[in-house]
């Protein structure tokens, strides 16, 4: 059985406190659901059922360019961060793997690592490599990049590292890794655009290789950052074309801030489970470009249009549809662990509200082409509150009805603030220097 990091009879005691009008709440939804043919037990089950990975790097306050303001109490090791997760999913109980990014968090003993996550009731995601900044000081530099580099030894240097992250995987018990590069462009001649996209694919092949039969691989697209004039892998039809040129194996991952503001995030989701090459999400938000905001924060709508299109995949049985779900965020004014359950929540809230869509109803809008009604028909389930329904999940599962206000109300931060003397750095993942 998992340690629990906070008392679970105090947890128990203060959900008490909300049980009935919680209680309340969910009888009233229940019998609004049901006069639309929804039967609220079966969406409480299937919300249990709902899981996203959590960050190793979001534990820790993130920053900017400008610099980085951290928390009290923050995680100075791997094992404090795990320790933080277990929080974050003791209370929201969607939140049972944490995915890791090497080098910030290489564990010298992985067998012990993951005894010590185990114990936490906590297993391993996707594990994501970092050749988008220089490590240790003699190493080959990725300034001109990574798997496209002009030099071949930076290349297999980075081919090295991903090749190190799938070695650490199968010792955790992860069975993916995420490749997202930085490589590209800031002038106009700088690089050759075709040549080195083909020494991506490359360098992608050789990775590929080194993988288990049971493994995936998932390319993460970019529109710019820090190459700002060309991108390698820029959009997801460069990242459809190179998953294809890899192999079965290899698919695209989808972060949420990597797109030119106003893009139609749900077609290219639409787009990539047609083709069969959509291999996850890394979920955020954001109002300009890579912000790298709380899930939900800034549009909430998009976030369920998203997953109207994955439930609709999972509805009709499409095949080979197994998206993995990861969050993938940088807080820089809140508490990391508050913003994390507030996202995990978020993105199961998105998931819940699109199960409430009336499909056959708008399918015969769009038989019709009635396009008015066809929008009435997603915002009906869109604007249905279903925070009684996600409440009752958690209490089910053993979590909190209120998991930021259990949260604050246990004292967490200010005892990791007496138990983790600040270091010159703290977590911040090598977001910030």
């Known amino acids: 059985m998992a340690r629990a990091v906070l008392d679970p009879q105090w947890l128990a005691e203060h959900n008490a406190l909300l049980r009935p009008a919680l209680e309340q709440d969910y009888e009233a939804l229940a019998r609004q659901l049901a006069r639309r043919g929804l039967d609220a037990e079966a969406l409480v089950a299937r919300a249990q059922r709902f899981a996203v990975a959590i960050p190793s790097w979001g534990v820790g306050t993130g920053g900017t360019r400008f610099g980085r303001f951290p928390q009290p109490g923050e995680p100075r090791d791997l094992q404090e961060k795990l320790e933080d997760c277990a929080v974050v999913q003791q209370l929201v109980r969607v939140t049972p793997t944490v995915s890791l990014h090497v080098p910030w968090d290489r564990p010298a003993d992985p067998a012990r690592v993951r005894r010590d996550a185990t114990e936490l009731g906590l297993a391993f995601d996707a594990m994501n ?13 990725y300034k001109f990049g990574s798997l496209t580099h002009v030099d071949a030894a930076v290349r297999e240097q980075a081919i090295a590292l991903n090749v190190e992250c799938i070695e650490l995987g199968q010792a955790l018990g992860s ?19 075709r040549h080195a996209f083909d020494r991506y694919l490359d360098s992608l092949r050789k990775i590929a290789a080194k993988l288990p ?17 060309s991108t390698v892998n820029q959009d997801w039809g460069t990242s459809y074309a190179a998953a294809s040129a890899v192999g079965p194996q290899c698919s695209c991952l989808v972060d949420l801030g990597h797109h030119a503001p106003n893009v139609n ?27 790298d905001l709380d899930s939900g924060s800034i549009k909430p709508f ?53 199960l409430l869509v009336d499909r ?33 999940a958690r209490l089910r599962s053993g979590g909190a009805i209120d998991p930021v206000g259990a949260y604050r109300a246990s004292g967490w931060r200010a005892l990791c603030a007496d138990r983790r003397p600040a270091s010159r750095r703290g977590s911040a993942g090598g977001i910030v220097g």
């Open 302 to 354: 998009q976030l369920f249009l998203i997953f109207h299109e994955l439930v609709s995949a999972e509805v009709e049985q499409v095949k080979g549809f197994a998206p993995a779900y990861l969050l993938d965020q940088s807080h820089n004014v809140t508490d990391p662990l508050e913003s994390l359950m507030s996202s995990a929540n978020e993105v199961q809230r998105a998931f819940v509200k699109a």
């Open 360 to 392: 056959a109803r708008l399918a015969e809008c769009q038989a019709r082409n009635d396009a008015l009604l066809a929008l009435t028909t997603l915002k009906d389930a869109y604007e249905t509150d279903v925070r009684p329904l996600l409440g009752m």
């Open 129 to 141: 490599s970092n050749t988008f900044e220089d490590h240790t000081a003699g190493e080959r530099s």
């Open 175 to 193: 069975a993916a890794l995420t490749v997202w590069i930085g490589d590209g462009g800031n002038f106009p001649g700088q690089i050759h655009l």
């Open 213 to 229: 039969s049971d493994w995936r691989m998932f390319l993460e697209h970019k529109l710019c950052e820090p190459a700002f004039y």
């Open 265 to 291: 995030i749900e077609l290219i989701v639409a787009r990539l489970i047609q083709l069969g090459k959509l291999g996850g999400f890394h979920f955020n938000d954001s109002k300009y470009g890579d912000d």
